[in-house]
């Protein structure tokens, strides 16, 4: 069978079609953020250790970083339609 | 390992405040694993390389009975499998799939091709989307460690390498870049039209989810192109692109449409 390429081997590149300048006064790039502004618009690039599920670690980075909101982008349990329950095993307070 | 998989390790992104709204992006995009299969009954490695080959390509998968998607049989693509070690009953191999794969369900099929029946030993992720396990990469205790030491001693630049600006995560998907002058507008819920766009990027058709982004390339919006890379780059005037998600806060940029002035106003 034919192989497909993966989203992460496809090459793009850029094409021009307006030459302008960008005003300095607005925005940041990305990298010279502030550090407030970057917590605001961060995303982590966790590795999650074994035991406790996607969930109970993105509520983690919640208290650890405190941050209203955060989610994880695709969780690691598929399988998990069911909620598991807290008199587990584990603990669910976060690493201290 | 009654619920679902808690023993599975590697790449989760988490996105903070804000940025919670690329995680859709991040939910479509491509994984891949690194799995332990244990077989039910010695195969000569050949076979196995052979079957894993089979598996690349378009595979039909039925969800698991513990699922939380309807048990409808799906088409997902693999990308690559790749053999990389066989000690006896366990197969090491690495896996480049669609999202939505189940690699349980992977595993038990592979078993069931080589006819001695196979399950899933362990499994690591090492790869979602864009993100992998390279330097940017951070343990929960590291991030709490490098957290407090920002809030004691304020000084950031530990705690900088790892918090990625959401951009990051819009790496894989293509991208057209706007004039300052477009952004506000875009912010507001309109869609792009042709004489706003500076620059962008190939391989771009209609319906593909581009990303929208300033200049100094900061994300604006996710959007659905209406067009070619080719037919936008001729374009004089017209939408290009439909906006589905604004990234940006209104008012990071200074509004610079103008409005009709209403009758009584002066």
Redesign the interface.
Known sequence: MQRIKAPWEIKRELVIKAEEETDPKYGYKPEERPINELIKFGIINLDKPPGPSSHEVTSWIKKILKVGHAGHGGTLEPSNGLGRSQSDWRPTDSPK | MG??????????????????K??Q???T????YVCVMRLHSEVPEERIKKVLE?F???IYQRP?V???VKRRLRVR????IDLLEVDGRNVLFKV?CE??T?I?KLTHDIGEVLGCGAHMQELR?T?????T??E??????E??YY?SK?TETGD?SL??K????????LT?I?KIYI??SA?DAICHGAHLTAPG???????IKPKTLVAIM?????AVALAKATAT?EQ??KMKHGIIAKTERVLMPRG???KKWKTKKRAGVS
């Open positions: 619920w679902g998989d808690p023993k599975v390790t590697g790449v989760l992104p988490i996105a903070l405040n804000e940025a919670t690329v995680i992006v991040l939910l995009s491509g994984k891949e089979e690349q390509g378009l698991p513990r699922a939380s693509k693999i990308y690559y480049g999202a939505g189940y349980r992720r790869r979602a989307g864009p993100f396990e390279d940017d990469s951070i343990t929960l205790h991030l709490y957290y920002w950031e705690i900088r790892f918090i990625l600006p959401m951009e990051r995560a894989l293509p004039r300052d952004v766009v500076t620059s962008l990027e190939t391989k300033t200049q100094k390339g900061e890379t936008i780059i990071t940029y200074p």
